[in-house]
């Protein structure tokens, strides 16, 4: 079993395991050149795009996991709702969720109809992989509605909130059909050869305590009761949610993501888990003597190898230098490495 | 000394005071009214129209403290900067800070010259006022560092993040400038009449420990040292700081302010410090049966009216019902009134 999976099981390792987030993304000007060819739908829809895409930073960097190239939306169009990926303005959804009655109509397809692709693209990976791990993932029930209400992006996320406490029912009724689709989204990839599961429940931060754990945690242990069962290691990733990591660890995951905000000791404490992160994304557009003891202090609060995934806090920057990556991958394990 | 002033001192009071961010704001008809005849760059420059609107919510309601309706960015423009309101979308800067060259030519001027109606606004309100005291008000270095490179709002603030890492020299020119301008901002606000003092810094939250801590905090230090000098109770807000609450209550400010993520004995004990907050705006959207839980949530969190000032945890939201600002402030008095 390869330091990554170790790390997950909080078993010693020879150095820290290193991946990225959007490790196969823009700033890599292989990733950009086949882009140029295929709009975003495409690769999603294509297992052979989508595989190359994945493997590209594997053949860059000496990065110790792969994460199958896809996105978390996909699956809310196969819910009914329309989804486009607009260039330059991400992924938008032209008709949100409005009413109960949308929600009420909202379908629950199988993930072999909605991820079809993605499927077939981690069959293809897994080939070419080797010792290497390979990532499934799905966004989380609470990021998926935020999504789906807002239609984007949002400021205050305030649609959302609005329906989650003046409609409970209905807010229950689209949580429930969400933990559904999710659950099934991991297991098919598992099925289909996925070594660990990630959670991306990247919004659950703008909530108090008091919503999160009235409104969002009790769909979260379902899901995470239901991954679980899998076997395989599952990454429960969240960003702003430091006051409350506690409760996020709770509903679920063997290793923990934290953003660049709370310390890893800290994260650690709060957790009782194997913690994910957590180098802020922007550190990587610096040069180096500012960019390595950013690094240090990462490696100095994760308090040794044993427990920690080294990662960012969120996903790589389009703008970030492809040296800065090679960079930071071969200095963590250097630095981590017993001597 | 009426409450307010009283909780800012954690000294006993007879019922927790109440104020909220943005009460003169959008959600108020008789604002929309006076704004559909004026843009906002008239109302900032007529002391009469900037009085008449701060005095609108304390008029409506029963709130403990008057803030002078201002914002935190036409001292930018007077530093050199392209400030416009465009509706619908807030405030921009049509030539962001983009070089160090830019940062050199950023002039100082006094607060006398860059918000002179502003300050005959608060010697207006005075008399006006009575008891209640008015809070004046600056942005902190950080965020207004990140307006004015961002040139407005930002997902990643990558722009700002990257010239403090990157060019630190000239960050330190940006800051140092930033810290002699609030500074002077407050000072004159303060003359002018202002009881309290806040610094809005609503971005600072989007640091880690480590950069908050090296490349923010030692102009917030310099900053409060000058303001505190002034003699009146500093509130010291900032958003999304959870996990370093207790680093920027040890810059200054005699009251933190706290948003809904952390519950308020939380960031009470990180801070060592009278709180304010931390209600999230969106909860004033929802009906009474849910909003009440949450105020009782806030509440019971800061332990009792000592030592705690309510209100959001950021401004109100232009949707919020006007019953529901009016019925918050009233139940807040009632349940904290000793019986």
Redo the contacts between chains.
């Keep these: 079993m390869g330091r990554f999976l170790m790390a997950c099981r909080a078993e010693p390792v020879d150095c820290t395991p290193v991946w990225f987030m959007r490790q196969a993304g823009r700033y890599m000007p292989e990733y950009r050149r086949l882009r140029s060819k295929h709009s975003m739908l495409e690769v999603l829809r294509s297992s052979e795009l989508s595989a190359a895409i994945t493997l590209q930073p594997i053949r860059a960097f000496d990065v110790d996991a792969a994460i199958i190239f896809s996105d978390i939306l996909p699956p809310l169009a196969g819910m009914g709702l329309d989804l486009e990926y607009v260039p330059g303005r991400g992924p938008q959804l032209s008709h949100p969720l409005a009413t109960k009655s949308m929600i009420d109509r909202l379908a629950t397809p199988p993930a072999t109809e909605t991820i079809g692709g993605t499927l077939e693209a981690i069959r293809l990976v897994k080939r070419e992989l080797g010792a290497v791990p390979l990532i499934g993932f799905a966004g989380g029930p609470f990021t998926l509605a935020s999504y789906a209400v807002e239609g984007g ?1 949002s ?4 649609r959302t ?2 329906l989650m ?2 409609e ?1 029912a209905a807010w229950d009724r689209l949580m429930t059909k969400l933990v559904t689709v999710v659950t099934d989204l991991l297991t098919e990839q598992q099925k289909a050869g996925a070594d660990v599961l990630q959670v991306f429940d990247t919004w659950a ?1 703008v ?5 999160y754990e009235r409104c969002v945690a009790p769909y979260n242990r379902k899901l995470f009761k239901h991954v679980h069962a899998l076997g395989v290691p599952i990454l429960h990733f969240s960003t ?5 990591l506690d409760l996020v660890a709770h509903c679920g995951g063997d290793v923990i993501g934290a953003d ?4 890893l000791d ?1 994260a650690r404490k709060r957790t009782g888990k194997p913690v994910m992160g ?1 180098l ?4 990587l ?3 180096w003597r ?2 390595q ?2 690094i240090d ?1 990462v490696l100095d609060r994760a308090g040794g190898s044993t427990g920690h995934v080294f990662n960012l ?1 969120h996903g790589i ?1 389009p ?1 970030t230098p492809v040296d800065n990556v090679r960079r930071v991958v071969d200095y963590v394990h250097a630095q981590t490495t017993k001597k």
Tied chains: 1, 2.
């Design positions: 992006g400021k205050h996320f305030a909130k609005r406490l003046s409970p931060g909530l108090s305590r008091f919503d702003g949610t430091s006051a409350y660049w905000r709370i310390p800290e957590n802020d994304p922007t550190a557009l610096a040069p500012e960019l003891p950013r202090f806090g920057l703008e």
